[in-house]
């Protein structure tokens, strides 16, 4: 047997070596439990934070044809429509102009007769002043106003132009109007020269 005070010296230190083992024992079991619960909290971080595939339709399972769809066609995709040019307003204005059915002229008769016509084609001046121009559709009297229109009709096949009053004659006997010459194509009276006409002075209704 040993002395008291080396009996004491070992009681305290099996003592310190137990108390030691309890508080490592404490501490591990301590680390232990903070890391199962940090482990859950990362984890679901990560689920949280993990990208998300962008196709809606990845899981759904992808359905078979049939045997009956199998033979069909595919429908065409549609082809991007294509926006109408507009037209620009001068060819507009200029569509309308040309749909605007054009004013007919409404004359009166005034005064109406039967005579004889001839015609002339020489250039010269009228009595109204102005030069004379055989291809415009005009006429000479000798008592009419001036710009009087005359509605001159062929008796022999109904032609008829109407003709302004410019000139004063003719003097010969007989006759009543000398036309220009394109006024006498139009009644087809150049072949004749002188043609029996029915005359009807106008003015405007």
């Known amino acids: 047997m040993g002395s008291p005070v080396r009996r004491l010296l070992q009681a305290r230190l099996r003592t310190i070596l137990i108390v030691s083992g309890a508080a490592v024992a404490v501490l591990a079991a301590g680390a232990f439990a903070l890391v199962s619960a940090d482990g859950p ?26 045997r009956a769809s199998r033979g069909k066609t595919r429908s065409p995709e549609p082809s991007p429509s294509k926006t109408p040019k507009k037209k620009s307003s ?14 007919k002229k409404h004359y ?41 229109k005359v509605r001159v009709t062929n008796k022999n096949n109904d032609k008829s132009v109407i003709v302004r009053i ?20 139009k009644v087809g009276g150049t072949g004749a020269g002188i043609i029996p006409v029915r005359y009807e002075v106008l003015s405007r209704g």
């Open 90 to 103: 001068k060819s507009d204005s200029q569509a309308a102009h040309l749909a605007k059915p054009e004013k």
């Open 166 to 185: 410019n000139d004063r004659g003719p003097y010969a006997g007989g006759r009543c109007l000398d036309l220009s010459t394109a006024a006498m194509k």
């Open 41 to 66: 909290a990362e984890s679901a971080q990560a689920a949280q934070t993990a990208p998300q595939t962008s196709d809606p339709l990845a899981g759904r399972p992808r359905e078979e044809p049939t």
């Open 108 to 148: 009166k008769v005034v005064k109406s007769g039967s005579c004889k016509a001839s015609f002339y084609g020489e250039g010269q001046m009228t009595a109204s002043g102005e030069a004379f121009d055989p291809s415009e559709l005009t006429a000479a009297h000798k008592t009419l106003p001036m710009g009087s």
